[in-house]
């Protein structure tokens, strides 16, 4: 992204101005502005109105609901994200092809299908919730369907983050470690890990990052119960409906900071897999 | 067995793995999707077709239905097209041009990605709602926004905001400046330019930027959800339209509606696959062309 400064060149192509002007103009109304006037309704609270808002039990056990689940929907990601990518990039497969175009769907499938259609799954009466019953395993209507929504909208964020490092990495590394002795196990943990960590950690990021604030896919499987299934997006919902305009500005501003946080992050750790990539073929 | 011929066989063994290893991890991964993605897609269908086809068009062919598949369309007809236009607008000062304050101002466009649907939606209900900033003054002149189509039009845009030109930029940026500079040197206008070099060069970028922009435009819930008001054959999207009837437990008619999106889903999917595809056919084939002039 950082190209090199090249010496004072001469603007040849013609539409700057116009580009960039557009370009402001059109981020301010869309997104700036809104974004203002969110944090000018909070300045109009006191402070101890929004602790009361944003510190309420309620809302701090939908905290940690929130980023405990998309936590754990993370993690699962991550560990099956690289196994989904590693198969795609290095082994031959009928279907191959399907397999790697089915990745995307969680992008193009709206959440409230993914919901309706993962609660239908995993309810009682359900192809997978009739079986997992008697057993005394359930999946819907409490935490554990909020994992598993989670988990379904962040699939595709590591698959697709590692898998363009995965392809471009090189093989001759690999064989040299193998003439030096190192097994296949040690190969990977000591060649191939720590060159597709930068990109697992993005693909990580993006998916902690999507799950906080998803909504969709999540309300319809969660059950919503107070203090034990309700996500943080859901209290603004309910503060909405009860015209508690200012209390469900409150906690927008916390949700908001926090993808501020995680915005940093994964911009950083961006740059981090640009430098590890080095210089652009 | 020599030593030089095992040193061959480990050396080769040492890029892949045992067969074993290598079935037990693609089936492992394959159990995995077949749960998380097929099981969902496949369900949304056989719910819906429960109880038979008839009770399927039934649920479609609803007046409401109908309203909220219009209603999508038009969101989406609107949605897009402006995104679109930003996207390349933004792309094109972003990939072309050097100015200070460019990555703070990449930031700023992927923002709505990392923002909550709902808390975008919210942000619109202090601007326009009756109690935000110009909710007076929209009250006085009788035009509505929130729980309205144009506010519903505008979540969509705030989340879609980033699609295209996040496809863009990192396209432009790695085709560089030479084509279009060549061009204007040969006496080009900038829109020609833009018309006959680069949007041949970016076409499938831009087709793959505009069908996912549009799948979640089509698709958005959450942001739409809190700026509609949920009323029936007015403001009701189709994702709206489906959460409606699951909350009345019409089950059937709502993965009838449900299914719609999920087709959409589907062609978005095959759409980007030969978008990618042809580029691919296309890079290598310019690959594959001899270089034209000799190199300095």
């Known amino acids: 992204m950082t190209t090199p400064p090249k010496r004072a060149r001469k603007r040849v192509l013609p539409g700057f101005g116009l580009t960039l002007g557009y370009t402001l103009f059109y981020l301010s109304i869309i997104v700036l502005i809104p974004l203002t006037a969110l944090l000018f309704k909070t300045f109009t609270m006191t402070w101890p109105q929004f602790w009361e808002a944003v510190a309420a039990p309620r809302v701090l056990a939908s905290y940690r609901l929130t980023f405990g689940a998309s936590f754990i929907a993370a993690c699962v990601n991550l560990v099956f994200g690289l196994l989904i990518a590693w198969v795609l990039v290095r082994y031959q497969f009928p279907g191959k092809k399907i397999v790697d175009a089915l990745v995307d769907l969680p992008f193009a499938l709206p959440t409230a299908v993914a919901g309706i259609s993962l609660t239908a799954l995993l309810a009682g009466n359900g192809w997978i919730g009739q079986y997992l019953e008697p057993l ?4 819907a209507f409490n935490p554990n369907g909020i994992v598993i929504a989670l988990i379904f909208i962040g699939l595709p964020f590591v698959v697709r983050t590692v898998q363009p490092v995965l392809e471009d990495s090189e093989k001759e590394l690999e064989e040299a470690a193998t003439s030096l002795g190192a097994t296949r196990w040690q ?32 309300i319809f499987i969660a059950g919503n119960m107070p203090m034990v299934s309700e996500i943080t997006p859901l209290i603004i919902i309910g503060k909405l409906e009860q015209y508690d305009y200012a209390g469900a500005t409150a906690v927008a501003v916390v949700m908001l900071v926090i993808s501020f946080v995680m915005l ?15 210089a652009p073929v | 067995m020599s030593a030089a011929t095992r040193t061959i066989r480990r050396a080769k063994a040492g890029t892949t793995e045992a067969p074993w290893v290598r079935w037990t991890l693609i089936g492992v991964a394959m159990v ?13 269908f056989t719910e819906a077709l429960r109880k038979g086809v008839d009770a399927y068009l039934a649920g479609l062919k609803e007046p409401d239905a109908w309203s909220a598949i219009k209603l999508t369309l038009l969101t989406a007809v609107i949605a897009v097209p402006l995104n679109l236009v930003f996207g390349v607008a933004a792309a094109w000062c972003i990939a072309k041009y050097e100015f200070k304050g460019k990555a703070f101002l990449t930031t700023l466009i992927d923002l709505p990605f990392s923002i909550s649907p709902v808390v975008a939606g919210l942000m619109y209900v202090l601007v326009f709602g009756a109690h935000g900033w110009f909710g007076p003054w929209l009250a006085e002149h009788d035009i509505k926004i929130i729980f309205a189509v144009p ?8 989340v879609t905001f980033p699609f295209i030109a996040r496809e863009l930029i990192p396209l432009m940026q790695a085709q560089g400046n030479d084509e279009e500079q060549a061009a204007i040197v040969l006496g080009a206008s900038g829109w020609q330019t833009f018309w006959h070099v680069t949007l041949p ?4 970028g831009l087709l793959y930027g505009v069908i996912l922009c549009n799948a979640r435009a089509m698709g958005e819930f959450g942001a739409v959800s809190v700026v509609s008001g949920h009323i029936r054959g007015q403001t009701n999207t189709i994702p709206l339209h489906v959460e409606i009837l699951y909350n009345e437990y019409q089950s059937v008619a709502a993965f009838a509606a449900a299914s719609l ?27 594959e062309l001899p270089p034209e002039r000799p190199r300095p």
């Open chain 1, 187 to 218: 190969i990977f943990l000591h060649v191939i890990l720590p060159a597709i960590t930068p990109a697992l950690l993005t693909g990580f990021a993006m998916a902690f990052a999507r799950a906080v604030g998803e909504y969709g896919s999540v």
């Open chain 2, 261 to 287: 999106l999920a087709l959409l889903a589907l062609v978005t999917l095959v759409i980007k696959s030969v978008a990618e595809w042809r580029n691919e056919q296309e890079m290598k084939a310019a690959a």
């Open chain 2, 151 to 158: 506010g519903i039009v505008l979540a969509t845009v705030f």
């Open chain 2, 32 to 44: 995995f999707l077949l749960l998380f993605l097929v099981l969902p897609l496949a369900a949304v």
């Open chain 1, 136 to 139: 005394g395993i359930q999946l």
């Open chain 1, 264 to 278: 940093l992050v994964i911009n950083a750790l961006q740059a981090w897999q640009r430098r590890h990539a080095g």
């Open chain 2, 201 to 204: 060069n970016i076409k499938w």
